[in-house]
Structure formats: structure tokens, C-alpha cells
């Protein structure tokens, strides 16, 4: 089990960045890392993914071109780089993770981290 710790999540306005991190307790070379993200009432819903062994990024399309997924494998971080935020925004972003290939359903993701919460005001 890979213990995932977030952290970088604040109150920002609209058309603000805001980075969050994802530190894995231990070496995830096989496995993918993904974003999900709760906002009050909805489910939790896909924002990004990424291979951990190579390039190879997923985003939903409501964050497509606003987000970037990145991970620094030496320091078994992730990373979700948010531009552009908008209110639609505001939720609790979570990290997790799997073994093998990147998805965007959140029941393939055993590992999860407590979440931090990201508040955009308009």
C-alpha cells in the first residue's frame, strides 16, 4: 500500500495558478498516478493522469490546456500545475494511485491521499 500525502491547496481568485504535490511514501515506478477531484455534492471526478515510467499524460477535458500533470521520479512526487483557474474549479483534489496503465475511473485506484481543498472566488 502506498501511503500518498497532498499538500499546495488555498483560496485563490479567478485566472490565478495554484500547484499541488503528491508525495509517495515509497518508489511507484510501476504504477500510474492520476487527480481526481470533489466538488460539495458531485462525485469524484477525473482531472489527470500520468505513466509514471514515461510521458504519457491523460486530462479531462474541462482541464485540458489549463492543467499539467508532471512527476519527479527521484523524489517520488507528483504534481498538478493549475492555470487559468476558474470557480468551477473549487473542490477537494485528491491524489492516487494504481499498478499498470493510467485510468480515469476512480474505483481502479486503490491508493488515495486525504485531499486538499482548492477554493477559486470569482
Known amino acids: 500500500q502506498v501511503h500518498l500525502v497532498e499538500s499546495g491547496g488555498g483560496v485563490v481568485q479567478a485566472g490565478d495558478s495554484l500547484r499541488l504535490s503528491c508525495a509517495a511514501s515509497?518508489?511507484?515506478?510501476?504504477?500510474?498516478m492520476a487527480w481526481f477531484r470533489r466538488s460539495p455534492g458531485k462525485e469524484r471526478d477525473f482531472v489527470a493522469a500520468i505513466l509514471w515510467s514515461a510521458h504519457d499524460e491523460h486530462y479531462a477535458d474541462s482541464v485540458e490546456g489549463r492543467f499539467t500533470i508532471s512527476r519527479d521520479r527521484d523524489q517520488n512526487m507528483v504534481y498538478l500545475q493549475m492555470d487559468s483557474l476558474q470557480p468551477g474549479d473549487t473542490a477537494v483534489y485528491y491524489c492516487a494511485a494504481r499498478r499498470g496503465i493510467p485510468r480515469s475511473n476512480p474505483s481502479e485506484y486503490d491508493n488515495w491521499g486525504q485531499g486538499t481543498q482548492v477554493t477559486v472566488s470569482s
Open positions: 515509497e518508489s511507484t515506478s510501476d504504477y500510474a
